[in-house]
């Protein structure tokens, strides 16, 4: 990268936009680099897992928000943007919360509570919050979850009610992966989404994960949803990208089609108005691809915009000159 090159961050700035990256506080804690790749390159985080209902209540009557405030107070002392994630979601799940016998009211009472009291807690310091995360299915139907089975599909409402009640600043989100181009699961993301407009719940917006593992949806098709999210009223921000080829995929062909994709894919949804781009891991370093179940084996290791020494890769500039 040349000298007089800004870098992500100081572009994002400049642009108003928002480039960030999920944090790991562990990492945080322990790595000066980490640090310094996270001041210098993005503008914003969301906590990777420390936000999680599993990481926050190790019983049923007790929060431990030590992580989350860690990852808060490093973006506050560096000018860096927020992202909740998450407060409803079907998996991480306290291990006290879901073998319970419950009642429907007393899991809508724990629900509630639980929403309240997190994004209570960050009020001003959250911008954004994935309110819900994943609720549909692949095939578009609604996921039977653990929180649909008991409660059926009213509270995602009730979550988006909760969260407004205590922080009315945040934007509050439905997140999701699979539903970032057109086709079965984004239709019905966007009927979701739909209905809780014509109903009045307090949805301000659509999180696009954007995992591109082995599939990449066509960023037209990526612009196209997010244009007709906007046109609901609703804002668009990429939450979660990484670009992962197969281990087949011969190094430098998977190099150059990441790089491409990135450029592309950013040009694509800033054009269309989304606001943010928030990448999966501030390096391929702390990539969930290199350790979660048999993605290791499955795809290279190597999805994000930096390498594991912190240094950009051709996928960085693609999207630094799609800012522009
Ligand atoms: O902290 C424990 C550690 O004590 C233990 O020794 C170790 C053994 O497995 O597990 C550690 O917890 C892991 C945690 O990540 C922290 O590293 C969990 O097992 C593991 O399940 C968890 O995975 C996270 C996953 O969400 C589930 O919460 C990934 O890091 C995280 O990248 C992934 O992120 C999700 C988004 O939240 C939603 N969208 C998809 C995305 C990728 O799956």
Redesign the pocket.
């Known amino acids: 990268m040349a000298d007089a090159e800004p870098s992500l961050r100081e572009l994002a700035d400049d642009e108003d936009f928002l480039i960030g990256t999920?944090v790991?506080s562990?990492a945080l804690r322990g790595d000066p680099e980490y640090q310094d790749a996270l001041r210098e390159h993005y503008n914003a985080v969301t906590c990777?897992?420390e936000m999680?209902m599993?990481a926050l209540r190790p019983s049923r009557h007790a929060f431990d928000f030590e992580a989350a405030d860690n990852v808060v107070a490093f973006a506050e002392e560096n000018d860096m943007t927020v992202r909740g994630?998450?407060l409803v979601?079907h998996?991480?799940n306290p291990d006290w919360l879901t073998p319970w016998t419950h009642t429907g009211a007393q899991l809508r009472d724990i629900l509630r509570e639980h929403v309240h009291t997190v994004a209570g807690r960050y009020r001003g310091q959250v911008a954004a919050w994935d309110v819900v995360?994943?609720a549909v299915d692949d095939d578009g139907t609604m996921r039977e979850s653990f929180w649909f089975r008991k409660l059926g599909a009213s509270y995602l409402d009730r979550a988006f009610q909760w969260a407004h009640e205590v922080a009315p600043d945040a934007d509050l989100y439905y997140?999701d992966?699979g539903a970032d181009g057109l086709g079965e699961k984004s239709d019905a993301v966007y009927d979701l989404v739909e209905g809780m407009v014509d109903r009045g719940v307090p949805i301000d917006g659509v999180g696009l994960?954007m995992?591109a593992l082995g599939e990449r949806p066509d960023p037209d098709d990526v612009a196209a949803n997010v244009e007709r999210l906007r046109d609901l009223g609703l804002k668009v921000q990429v939450t979660?990208m990484d670009v992962a080829f197969s281990r087949d995929t011969p190094a430098e062909e998977a190099r150059r089609k990441q790089t491409r994709y990135y450029g592309d894919l950013a040009s694509a949804v800033r054009e269309a108005g989304a606001e943010a781009l928030v990448v999966?891991?501030a390096d391929d370093g702390h990539s969930?691809v290199r350790?979660?179940r048999d993605l290791p084996d499955r795809f290279r290791g190597d999805p994000l915009l930096l390498d594991e020494n912190y240094e950009p890769k051709p996928a960085y500039d693609a999207v630094r000159d799609a800012l522009r």
């Open positions: 999920c790991r562990s990777e897992g999680k599993g994630h998450t979601w998996m991480s995360n994943e997140n992966y994960q995992h979660e999966w891991g969930w350790n979660w």
